[in-house]
């Protein structure tokens, strides 16, 4: 069993940044890939951002070149740098962790946090 917990959400105007954190604890955390997902209000849960145990990354068209992801895998820490941030960014950003493979669907995520509010004004 793996626990994570993400922090760094907050309230930022359109243009700004954050960095979002995910602590993972637990069983293992070795090999696992790590994501970032997001559900708005009304919506379904989308991808954000994903990262390999080897640091290979994938984005969402969404956020490429806007967003980084990053893992730091002594500390047990993933990241999600969030830059120009726009009000379409807003929502509960979750990190998940599988255990085996890599990609963007929110089906092969085996862990899940309990999610961190951005909200992005205008």
């Known amino acids: 069993q793996v626990q994570l917990v993400e922090s760094g959400g907050g309230l930022v105007q359109a243009g700004g940044s954050l960095r979002l954190s995910c602590a993972a604890s637990?069983?293992?955390?070795?090999?696992?890939?790590m994501g970032w997902f997001r559900q708005a209000p009304g919506k379904e849960r989308e991808f954000v951002a994903a990262?390999?145990?080897?640091?290979?990354?994938l984005y969402s068209d969404s956020v490429k070149g806007r967003f980084t992801i990053s893992r730091d895998n002594a500390k047990k820490m993933v990241y999600l740098q969030m830059n120009s941030l726009r009000p379409e960014d807003t929502a509960n950003y979750y990190c998940?962790?599988?255990?085996?493979?890599?990609?963007?669907?929110?089906?092969?995520?085996?862990?899940w946090g309990q999610g961190t509010q951005v909200t992005v004004s205008s």
């Open positions: 998940a962790a599988r255990i085996s493979g890599f990609g963007d669907s929110s089906s092969d995520y085996n862990y």
């Open positions: 637990g069983r293992t955390f070795s090999g696992y890939a």
């Open positions: 990262i390999s145990w080897i640091g290979t990354n």
